[in-house]
Each structure stands twice: as C-alpha cells, then as structure tokens.
C-alpha cells in the first residue's frame, strides 16, 4: 500500500504541474483549420486512476482463477471444504459486500450486515 501511495504522491505533486502544462500549449497551438482554444474556457479535470482497486473484469477473472484453484484442491484432496470456507470468506462467512473501500459507510454496511447474520443465527446470548 504504501509503493502505491508514493506513486499517487507523485502523480498529483510531480506529474499533473506538467501535464495540466503540456496540455494548455497543446489547446493554445493551432489546429488544421488555423484556429486555437483558449484553455482558461474549457472546463478540464486530469484524474488519476485508482493504483490499488482493479475493474470488475479484473477481479472477476481473479475470483474464477481463485475458485478454479480451490477446486482442484479439493478433487486431489489438498483442503477440505471447511478449510476453503474459512481461507475465503472468514469465520461470518460470505456477505453482500464484494469490495471494501475503508470508508466510513463501508464499513457500518459491514457491521450492520454481521450482526443482523449474528442475530439470524441465534448467537446472542
């Protein structure tokens, strides 16, 4: 995490002056018409993406690549479902959240969906 933090600190800190730059030369120059853009009218946004989150396909392919892998644990008796069970998904199992992102909200979603699991299945004393 902190490789890809120091990549982000020097996107935002070393990358964009110059980018945000090259990019205001490249609307003053002419175009094949003569004409030019004036870079102080055009509504501009330079984002960076994510370093640390994949896109859906990426971690779509990584869950079907880390079930495949199970599975053949368990055909040549390597694990037992149990143990696949508890690598995977932990001691309260799987629940609706796919990722998460360390923010507030995430996180009282978590909360809130492990205890409503922990009062479905009787465990309050």
């Known amino acids: 995490m902190n490789y890809y933090s120091r990549i982000a600190a020097q996107q935002e800190n070393e990358l964009r002056p110059h980018l945000e ?3 205001r030369l490249l ?4 175009d094949e018409l003569g004409g030019s853009i004036d870079p102080a009218k055009i509504e501009r ?4 993406n994510p370093l640390w989150e994949v896109d859906a396909q990426t971690d779509a392919n990584i869950r079907k690549t880390v079930a495949e892998t199970d599975n053949i644990y368990l055909t040549n008796g390597v694990l037992i479902a149990d143990e ?3 690598t995977r998904f ?3 199992g ?3 959240i796919t990722k ?13 969906e492990v205890y409503s699991d922990w009062k479905e299945r009787g465990n309050h004393g």
Do not use: Y
């Open 100 to 112: 998460f992102s360390g923010d507030e909200a995430d996180l009282e979603k978590m909360t809130s």
């Open 94 to 96: 799987l629940t609706n």
């Open 90 to 92: 932990g001691q309260f």
């Open 84 to 86: 696949v069970r508890e």
């Open 21 to 23: 730059h090259l990019i």
């Open 45 to 48: 946004e330079l984002k960076f």
């Open 27 to 30: 609307l003053w120059c002419s």
